[in-house]
């Protein structure tokens, strides 16, 4: 391979990189903003609308005041744990945002970061990880209320971990493959799998409001039980990554959501059901995307405000006697249907 | 479709999940459940005997073979399984507890031990073998609320799990050695001339070993006094019987399967080493027991030690005699358990006093003793007594060509002579010292009943009569 | 020296070092997060052996599933050791050495001759997804059946018990 | 069309088929099961007589067999052997065995245990049977086992009584000893010759060429069963402590047949023993130095039982003595003799012991043979059968081991002559202080009365049996049909009857005159009466053995002398078992961590043997 | 320095082996000994990786991977024993378990 070829390669990376984190860093404060001014609506008050146009300003003063304010660590804390806890919460988001399908391609250029072969298992491998920095935010703060809440999260991600995993049998049974960029081609070519997989649609939906700990599911917050949960202990810019972490971790379940069932990029007709030949199309499949995310995102915040939380057995119930059962019996739906279509 | 092959197997599968969800959906009548169950593996067993499987083949892609003796030890140990499950039945504190959840795992370690005993495949032995392993972790852990229980869960499991790891490990280096999991193809490989015979030594090495811990051999024979004791009367009987039968099974495949090391062939002496050191561990460990659950689990360990003498000593003579002695020790092992698990209902401890005067409160529970501990000490005409002579005669054929044999013979039987003195303690405990005076009469439930005659009439049959039994297992090796 | 020995040697150092880190960490805490930390480079080394499923399958299993469970436990329990764990602890600071001496005089010669069992480079195996599930859904469909009995013994029993005991 | 052959079986499987019918079915009813039980046994007898003649008269009785065990390499075959040997056994086992058990109708009456009573003793008669009738070494072992079950269940009949349960024991553990390395002899044997047959065995041992040392092995090994079972030195210390059974159990295993099984085997399998003249040697010398140490003991005993049972191991000395010597039809010949007459007194002592209600001290009875006629006449046809008195039955059978003797071993008949002499004066000490004088203790004598018809009636054919069963040598003509008496010349034998008739006369000097108690003979013997009254201690020497040095010593040293103590000190394999019992129960000291260490330690070492 | 190759693997693989020995000895803790058990298995599947890649054969992977299923579930009966035990000692040292002894 020739220097030049390598160089730019490298540039391209650090291209995708750097538009990565921007657009993590530009989107997530306004999901924030859009939540605030959702909610303002539902709850018929006018939301933030002074600070710059529209309000529009808004989250970036609350973000520089966070950064602004006294980083206090408690005395009582175990303070490696305590200070490595709001990161492991960022990160996983952070890095799951790389291997989405943000469009087909921008001339030579893919809109995917790290086209990993079986992409599904990264994003879960790294997925599975935000509970660490639940966890060890609760226990590290050594006190009552963000104990109890870690406790919960813990047991929350890791029941309705088996029932993604599950829903996603079925979908892999289905496209053959665990690549997502391969997923969203086959929606492109045979329709969205939400119409084809809509039991699967529903469970992923549900297990993913329990992921990342939004309402009706947030009881590792409970403001109303705990507090706050696991970050009562936490301040300024430690606090700051944990709200940052929240809202990313929204934004790639909705994302995942749209990739896996809403047909990612592509819409059900020409030309935005192929690959981009052309800029506009690879701009456009970028919009379609963003819009697509969007939607699922105003669903995730409509849901917070109307829906009220549930008992935590409640939450333990439906997860392993409804949704479980519900998933396996997918499954093998799935596999008859396969099946009797020949095998596909 | 090859599951036709699986039949037995599914059939125990299924019944497991019927009692588990009759468990779950009728919690009152989890008694009537576990006879229920019991009589269906018995049943199932009892089709076996008459239904024509298909022999000889291997089946799916060649990592599961049915062959006579395959059948033979299914048959054997679902039956075990069942006999299990009515002492279960009569357990009173598993009663308490409540739940069919026990008898549904032993019906699922029973499947494993059943597809262990096809297994011609690495890969496959190892996942059957965990399946029977991590179900015992359940089953001697299964009484949550008595901490001697939990303990021996707590050690059967770490010690099994270190197995496991050996036995993953050494399976990896007969992969790296040979190329293959599988048994036929290992068996090439072993025949070619490339094979490194010291790598594939060392694996296999770990692999014996890693059985080992099934079958109570030393090294790795430390957990069965503790677990023994602690866990559950039917779940010790289960892992007496079952385990080891499934144990040696598996071992057997993989000697009919010629995969030992061919410097071992020659030279047992590794085999006939671990032969001695744990018969006699088992026997010198046991003299000054007073419990009589851990006295088993020493007693399981010298009957390894037998057992293993006919491995090292091999020959037809030596793997008919351990077929045969497997098959008069589940007898005589489970007929000691049996009179525990109805004796020592109320405390599930078994110390040699709760026997005192037995055959006063119960000639039945005192006579099966009796037949057991003489079965189990070797005294004509029981199986017992058979069964030893049988090993001891492999070992002496053996002795003509590799006179080191003759020194393991007198080691065997100086092992039995000191064993003999703890069995015999048992039996004067329970026929000669006097009933406490609040004993009151043993009321045997009929489920113990059943497997007591099952059990004597075994031992009695065998010992009186083994050629069937020896031109089965016989028939089996060809 | 190439970089892939770079990266095996960084991977590996790492690797044991946590490893090491494990054992003498005073906090179980620590400890499980060392484990985790050290199975990311177990990955990592699964990579460079091109064992891309398995690596992936280590992570999610290992440092998702099995690690958070625990770290779910010890917080549960929220138990702390009583005192460090080398005080009176003669058995152990006796033993660990013994036993890692006894490995090595087992294991060191076997290692110098199992190193020649590699085969040619062209023949090296990829554990591609295709090429590792494909023998497990075909030839070892039977082990997958069993590994399911497993997990639903290990169900029973961690319900089992994991639930209270009935107050009489 | 039963045939000779099939017989054989019936008469093996009669009292099983009984004993099991009365454990079975017919435990409350002990009319029944006394009927079934005598039934069988006196069916055996009469069949046995049919068979007896049937082989007398030459013609072969083949009893049908079965390939019992089909190893390949080995064939075990479920056969019978009905020769000369075996056919006179069966003869006294039945014959006596009917006597005793109509006599136990008498004894045993009102017994709780009167039908379980019955069932063991045709258990019992079931597997002595089977010992007679065993074709191949693994078959005579089994019954061989059967029977000490049998006698373990029968000794301990009445296990309510400690002691009884404790004799029962110990018998059974002292003939394990034996018992395995009989055992061991058989499979040495079978190894090496591939065959357990007797009659292949005995044309194949010769001509396989073995070592002297592996034939000394061989012989030394099985003679180590006939050690146990007829209570030969060192272990004989089981057979007066199994006095404890009931006498009719003392007369029928401890005098008549079982003890007398090791001298039958050791006929069955004489190629074996000649084969190795040391071991032949061995026999002579532990059956003499038994006869002369038992004759002995029995000197100072009090206890009319143990008086019989010294004399009993006494007279088993004889016979060991007599194949020691390679006499083996002479030593039939007194085991048959002995049977007779040992039967009749112990059975003539039970008779004595039921009249005086279970008291069993000589010195407490006395002037019985007015009340007791019937009983004190037998008794007296008795001592004199076994004192060796012309014409009766033992006279016969004792010259012919002594002229044996004479032949072949000079020292060995001094000691035999010196015990014929000892017999002589204990049976007489017995019988003049137990039936003659005055009673001694009227409370227990005074009231004595004869027993009844179903016990002497027995008494009565015993005694007939023990005066004429020596006359003409026929039984080891038959045994032996070219047996011809050593000729001695009639001074000899005149001898040879003198030196019981001096211990009889010692005996009536010194109890003549209704001695009250034995300060006499004390006197006279001095400390070796002390000796002789506590069995030269060899139970105390065992029991000090394991338990005084041991648990003594053992709780003064812990630590490195407990090694020292019980590992070596002693030297006992006991203790070497029990220190290391104690090692082992130190490693499972239930520390988890301690049992991984052990375990990794333990695959690393399997693993560097194995990586080599 | 000789280019890494199949041996090296294998000498990582034993050494994580024998650091999972060390810690299932070294330590009271039943939690810690568990950790060690997993350190152990995760030995043998990095063996056995290594001897697929380099002897070109996939069972070594595909016995890895039942390894890892199996160690999940072992894991999840180990934990719920400890947690059963702590309730009733309040402890998870392993060395106070000794009323099976002897």
């Known amino acids: 391979m020739h220097l030049d070829a390598v160089i730019w390669e490298w540039i391209f990376v650090g291209i995708r990189i750097l538009a990565i984190f921007v657009i993590t860093f530009a989107i997530v404060p306004y999901t924030v903003m859009a939540e605030r001014w959702v909610c303002a609506w539902i709850q018929d008050r006018i939301g933030p609308n002074r600070t710059g146009w529209f309000g529009l300003m808004q989250p970036w003063a609350d973000a520089l005041k966070l950064f602004l304010k006294e980083d206090i660590i408690p005395n009582h804390v175990h303070k490696v744990y305590f200070v490595l806890a709001p990161t492991l919460v960022f990160l996983p988001a952070l890095l799951t945002m790389a291997l989405m399908p943000w469009g087909s391609n921008l001339g030579p250029m893919s809109c995917v970061l790290a086209d990993i072969g079986p992409g599904m298992l990264v994003v879960f491998a790294v997925g599975a990880f935000s509970v660490y920095g639940i966890v060890l935010a609760g226990w590290s703060s050594n006190s009552k209320f963000p104990f109890l809440g870690g406790v919960r999260s813990a047991a929350q991600l890791i029941s309705y971990e088996v029932c993604i995993g599950l829903s996603l049998v079925a979908i892999f049974m289905q496209t053959q493959t665990l690549n997502l960029t391969q997923t969203v081609l086959y929606q492109a070519a045979n329709g969205w799998l939400v119409w084809q997989q809509p039991l699967a649609a529903f469970l992923f939906l549900i297990c993913m409001f329990a992921e990342t700990n939004r309402a009706p599911f947030d009881f590792p917050e409970a403001e109303q039980e705990l507090v706050s949960g696991y970050n009562i202990e936490y301040s300024s810019l430690k606090f700051g990554l944990f709200f940052l972490g929240e809202y990313a971790n929204m934004m790639v379940a909705s994302m995942l959501l749209v990739t896996l069932f809403f047909g990612g990029w592509s819409l059900p007709f020409a030309p935005f059901n192929a690959p981009a030949l052309v800029w506009w199309v690879g701009a456009a499949h970028v919009a379609i995307f963003v819009a697509k995310t969007a939607c699922i995102l105003f669903l995730f915040i409509w849901v917070r405000w109307t829906v009220p939380r549930l008992r935590y057995d409640q939450l333990m119930g439906l997860g392993w006697k409804v949704l479980f059962p519900l998933a396996l019996l997918n499954i093998l739906i799935t596999a008859i249907v396969l099946g009797l279509r020949g095998g596909a | 479709m090859e599951f036709y092959a699986l039949q037995m197997e599914i059939a125990t599968v299924v019944l497991a999940v019927i009692g588990l969800l009759a468990g779950a959906f009728w919690p009152k009548h989890v008694s009537l459940i576990r006879r229920g169950l019991a009589e269906g593996a018995l049943l199932v067993v009892l089709a076996s005997l008459f239904l024509a499987f298909p022999q000889h083949h291997a089946f799916f892609g060649d990592t599961f073979v049915l062959d006579r003796f395959a059948i033979f030890f299914k048959q054997i140990l679902l039956g075990t399984a069942a006999l299990v499950l009515l002492l279960a039945d009569a357990h009173g504190p598993l009663r308490r507890q409540g739940g069919a959840e026990f008898s549904a795992l032993v019906l699922l370690a029973a499947a494993g031990m059943m597809l262990l005993a096809s297994a011609n495949d690495f890969i496959f032995l190892f996942v059957a073998l965990e399946l029977v392993t991590i179900t015992f972790y359940v089953l001697n852990s299964f009484l949550r609320g008595e901490a001697r229980a939990l303990e021996a869960g707590l050690k059967y499991l770490v010690l099994g799990a270190l197995s496991a790891g050996f036995m993953a490990y050494g399976l990896a280096y007969i992969f790296g050695a040979t190329g293959s999991l599988n048994f036929d193809a290992i068996h090439h490989a072993l025949h070619g001339d490339k094979l490194p015979q010291g790598v594939y030594a060392f694996g296999f090495g770990m692999v014996l070993l890693g059985l080992g811990f099934k079958m109570a051999m030393v090294p790795m024979q430390i957990w069965a006094p503790d677990v023994y004791q602690g866990a559950p009367t039917p779940a010790a009987a289960f892992l007496a019987s079952g385990s080891k039968i499934a144990g040696f099974a598996v071992l057997l495949r993989l000697i009919f399967a010629d995969l030992l090391p061919t410097a071992w062939e020659a030279q047992p002496v590794l085999l006939m080493a671990l032969a001695a050191i744990t018969l006699l561990y088992g026997a010198v460990g046991g003299l000054a027991q007073t419990d009589l659950k851990r006295l088993l689990g020493y007693s399981s360990i010298t009957n390894a030690g037998f057992l293993l003498l006919g491995i090292a000593a091999g020959g037809d003579v030596g793997h008919a005699a351990v077929i045969y002695y497997l098959v008069q020790y589940l007898f005589a092992v489970l007929a000691v358990f049996a009179v525990l698990t109805v004796v020592a209902n109320a405390s599930d401890t078994a110390d040699r006093a709760t026997l005192a005067g037995l055959h006063r409160r119960s000639p039945l529970l005192a006579l099966a003793l009796l037949l057991a501990m003489l079965s189990l000490a070797g005294i004509p005409p029981l199986g017992g007594a058979l069964g030893k002579f049988f090993l001891l005669l492999a070992v002496l054929l053996r002795a003509r060509v590799d006179p080191a044999f003759y020194a393991l013979a007198g080691v065997a039987v100086a092992g039995a002579v000191i064993a003999l003195c703890y069995y015999l303690r048992v039996l004067r405990g329970a026929w000669a010292d006097p009933a406490p005076d609040a004993a009151t009469r043993i009321v045997v439930p009929w489920t113990v009943r059943v497997v007591l005659f099952i059990c004597m009439a075994g031992m009695l049959v065998l010992g009186v009569w083994p050629q069937p039994l020896l031109n089965w297992a016989l028939h089996c090796l060809h | 020296m190439t970089a892939y020995d770079a990266i095996f040697w960084f991977f590996s150092l790492a690797l044991l070092l946590c490893g090491v880190l494990v054992l003498i960490s005073p906090n179980a805490v620590a400890s499980g997060l060392y484990l985790v930390l050290s199975f990311f480079f177990l990955a990592g080394l699964y990579v460079l052996l091109q064992a891309f499923f398995l690596a992936m399958i280590q992570v999610l299993v290992y440092a998702g599933a099995i690690m958070v469970l625990f770290l779910f436990v010890i917080m549960l329990l929220d138990y702390r050791e009583s005192r460090h764990w080398w005080h009176g602890n003669l058995l152990g600071l006796a033993g660990a050495p013994l036993a890692v001496a006894a490995l090595a005089a087992a294991l060191l010669p076997v290692l110098k001759r199992s190193g020649a069992l590699a085969a040619a480079p062209e023949q090296w195996f990829e554990g591609t997804l295709e090429n590792v599930m494909t023998p497990v859904f075909t030839r070892y469909l039977l082990p997958v059946e069993i590994t399911a009995l497993i997990l639903l013994a290990a169900t029973i029993g961690v319900v089992v018990l994991g639930r209270k005991e009935k107050q009489p | ?612 | 320095m000789m280019h890494v190759g199949l041996i090296h693997y294998l000498a990582v693989s034993g050494a994580l082996f024998a650091l999972g020995l060390a810690c299932i000895v070294l330590r009271r803790n039943a939690l810690l000994v568990f950790m060690g058990l997993e350190m152990n298995l995760n030995a043998a599947n990095l063996a056995l990786v290594a001897f697929s890649r380099y002897g070109g054969h996939a069972e070594g992977q595909v016995l890895a991977t039942f390894i890892i299923a199996i160690a999940a579930a072992e894991v999840a009966i180990g934990l719920a024993i400890i947690v059963a035990l702590f309730r009733q000692r309040s402890s998870m040292v392993t060395d106070l378990l000794r009323s099976l002894k002897g």
């Open chain 4, 1 to 612: 069309m039963l045939t000779n052959g099939h017989l054989v079986w019936l008469i093996l499987f009669a009292p099983l088929l009984a004993a099991g019918a009365i454990m079975l079915f017919t435990r409350r009813l002990p009319r029944v099961s006394a009927a079934l039980s005598i039934g069988a046994v006196v069916l055996g007898f009469a069949l046995s007589l049919k068979l007896f003649v049937a082989v007398l008269q030459g013609q072969p009785v083949v009893a049908p067999s079965v390939v019992w065990l089909d190893l390949g390499v080995l064939q075990l075959t479920w056969a019978a052997t009905v020769d000369r040997l075996s056919a006179l056994m069966l003869l006294v086992v039945t014959g006596v065995g009917a006597t005793i058990h109509v006599y136990s109708l008498g004894y045993m009456r009102g017994d709780a245990g009167f039908a379980r009573f019955f069932g063991c003793l045709s258990l019992f008669m079931f597997s002595m049977l089977g010992i007679v009738l065993a074709a191949n070494f693994i078959q005579m072992f089994i019954f061989w086992e059967l029977v000490g079950v049998s006698s373990y269940l029968l000794i301990g009949f009445w296990f309510e009584r400690p002691s009884a349960a404790e004799a029962g024991k110990k018998a059974f553990n002292v003939n394990r000893i034996g018992d395995f390395g009989f055992l061991l002899g058989i499979l040495l044997v079978g190894s090496v010759a591939g065959t357990f047959n007797f009659a292949e065995l005995a044309a194949k041992w010769p001509t396989l060429g073995l070592s002297a040392g592996t034939l000394a092995l061989a012989a030394g090994l099985i003679f180590c069963g006939a050690v146990g079972k007829s209570a030969q030195f060192p272990l004989h210390v089981w057979l007066p402590d199994a006095m404890e059974g009931p006498t009719p159990v003392s007369a029928l295993i401890h005098a008549a047949t079982m003890v007398a099984a090791g001298v039958y085997m050791l006929c069955r399998v004489e190629w074996l023993l000649v084969a190795s003249p040391e071991i032949m040697n061995l026999i002579a010398w532990t059956g003499g130095l038994t006869a002369l140490m038992a004759a002995s003991i029995a000197v100072t005993q009090r206890d009319i039982k143990r008086i019989l049972a010294y004399s009993t191991l006494s007279q088993l000395g004889y016979m060991v003595m007599a194949v020691g010597l390679g006499a083996t039809t002479e030593a039939m010949f007194h085991l048959t003799t002995h049977a007779f007459f040992k039967a009749l007194l112990f059975l003539g002592a039970g008779s004595v012991i039921i009249a005086l209600h279970h008291e069993q001290d000589i010195f407490k009875m006395g002037g019985l043979a007015r009340k007791m006629p019937v009983t004190f006449a037998t008794f007296l046809i008795g001592t004199l059968a076994l004192g060796g008195v012309w014409p009766l039955s033992g006279f016969y059978s004792k010259d012919a081991i002594l002229l044996a003797e004479m032949d072949k071993n000079l020292p060995l008949l001094v000691l035999a002559l010196v015990t014929a002499g000892l017999t002589g004066f204990y049976m007489a000490r017995a019988l003049i202080v137990a039936f003659l004088g005055q009673a001694r203790d009227e409370k227990v004598a005074g009231h004595a009365h004869e027993s009844p018809l179903v016990v002497t009636l027995p008494l009565v054919l015993l005694a007939v049996l023990a005066v004429v069963a020596g006359w003409h040598d026929e039984i080891p003509h038959f045994l032996k049909p070219e047996f011809h008496e050593h000729d001695h010349g009639s001074l000899v034998l005149l001898g040879f009857l003198a030196i019981p008739l001096t211990g009889f006369a010692v005996a009536a000097l010194l109890y003549g005159r209704g001695a009250k108690d034995d300060a006499v003979l004390r006197r006279l013997l001095g400390p070796l009466y002390t000796l002789l009254e506590n069995k030269f201690y060899v139970d105390e020497f065992y029991l000090f053995l394991v338990d005084r040095v041991q648990g003594g010593l053992a709780a003064v040293c812990e630590g490195v002398d407990f090694i020292v103590v019980r590992g070596l000190g002693v030297g006992g394999v006991s203790g070497l078992a029990q220190f290391a019992g104690w090692c082992v129960r130190q490693l499972q000291g239930g520390y988890l961590r301690f049992y991984l260490l052990f375990t990794i330690l333990g695959i690393a070492a399997v693993l560097i043997w194995v990586g080599r």
